[in-house]
């Protein structure tokens, strides 16, 4: 079916041009007439081009697109579009409380109300900020309208004292700092803002640059958008060639179903490693595709990704800040490194209206230093490994951050290579775990490992970046920086911490986690991917039918309908009615 309707018309013009029904047409119209438009323009053969405008004063991460705006709409104009700006709910990642992931799924469903509901023809998704991206992603997919992403870009970046400062990694290294008594109250604040000296989002590999390049990857975007610096000149001109492009996609009638694929999904699993990528990825990229009504499983980002070496030399995994990975190529040269290896399925759609295989021809690493090639890569076997046990049904260990320090402290005694036993410590969310985390009585030790519980999609609500916990002061203090830790919600992308995370199910529906407890002996097998606590199965059973499942406190009606909802973080925290919709715009019935 074709973006015009069978009248040769552009939906928009369902509204604003229906002589059938001029008592409508006329109301429609009228108010739209009222600002910048003239009949001219909303009655041509013109389509109007939505802009979901995610920056604010409140999502700080993504204001750059408020000055960007006026390059978008240039692009829009100038290949024959009308462009319409409006706003998306904001969701800023540290403001948001309780957690910026609450909100993703209502920003979601408010996109998907306004490209349903308002003459809009296609749509320029502004992205930054982590969960701006997959919302904006999951609501395209929904309604499938023409659509296109463009990213803010990440800020500068940033510097202290002759070191590179880099979004939220400077906030784990300081924390130990301050923990050690090596730093003070003050010099903690100014080192931390000094990763932050511009417009744009983290410039870190966490989990904005992650979710841009995840749009890169599927094709859901410009080649080379998604690694450009806010400030840079060049991010003005990728504004106006998107709202271009946006335009060209309408009348070419490419839509999200056109472009995405089960092997546009490969694609995104394989670069992700690549690039040392967010744990934050699999929920969200999860959610897309199950709005798309693409087949993918929590399983697939162990089987196509685990074994892909990571080539991006960027915090957390690296060392370099998010200038040097644009000026080196950004995704599209590792993109091309992968593909050189035969890593990229070539055949798979892209906004650009090219195949993969095309937009990628003559790119490569620009800079050795910052994106490494395939055979001589930063580290081998850069995926997620997927664990299963009496625990949780899935949870991810993001092994590309796993430092030999702590490999050979925890995983390499003779015989026993890559099984670690501990005994584990147990936190019921984070407000237990500052209150606890220094009592002597714990017996916190090198050979512990901590949980944390209850932070969950339906727990927190909305899943808490919780799980990358610092161990003790006096274990900091004596030099160790990282104990394992597993919990069922997340953590930041920017984290170097090699947690066990996305637990799912999580504890307040049932999970395994919920009948752990503190001393209990724990085993982690790498060769297996299993975590296990070692106790009896009678005494498992017993904890399992005395649990009484926890009183969960609402604070807003939002958070009890998302409660009611959502599901868990393996299945992408989504909302389970919502999957069922597939291309709204189009009105066709529900499947
Ligand atoms: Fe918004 Fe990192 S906090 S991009
Ligand atoms: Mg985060």
Redesign the pocket.
Known sequence: MSTRRANGKFRSQEWFDNPNNPGMTALYIERYLNQEYTREELQGDRPIIGIAQTGSDLTP?NKIHVFLMDRIKAGIRDAGGIPMEFPVHPI???GKRPTAALDRNLAYLGLVEVLHGYPIDGVVLTT???KTTPAMLMGAVTVDLPAITLNGGPMLDGWWNGSLAG??SVVWESRRLLAKGDIDYDEFMARVCASAPSLG??NTM???STMNAMAEALGMCLPGNSAIPAPFRERMAMAYQTGKRCVEMVFEDLKPSDILSRKSFENAIVVNSAIGGSTNAPPHLQAIARHAGIKLDVSDWQEIGYDVPLLVNMQPAGEFLGEAFFRAGGVPAVMGELNAAGRIHTDAMTASGKHVGDTLKGWRSRDERVIKTYLNPMREKAGFMVLSGNLFDSALMKTSVISAEFRARFLSAPGSENIFRAKAIVFDGPDDYHQRINDPELQIDEKSILFIRGVGCVGYPGSAEVVNMLPPDALVQSGIDHLPTVGDGRQSGTSESPSILNASPESVVGGGLAFLKTGDPIELDLNRCTLNACVSKEDWEKRKADWQPPELRHQTPWQELYRKHVGQLANGGCLEFATAYHRVARDLPVD
């Open positions: 991460c800023q990642e540290t930054g900020c982590d979004s939220g989002h983290c966490g989990t904005a």
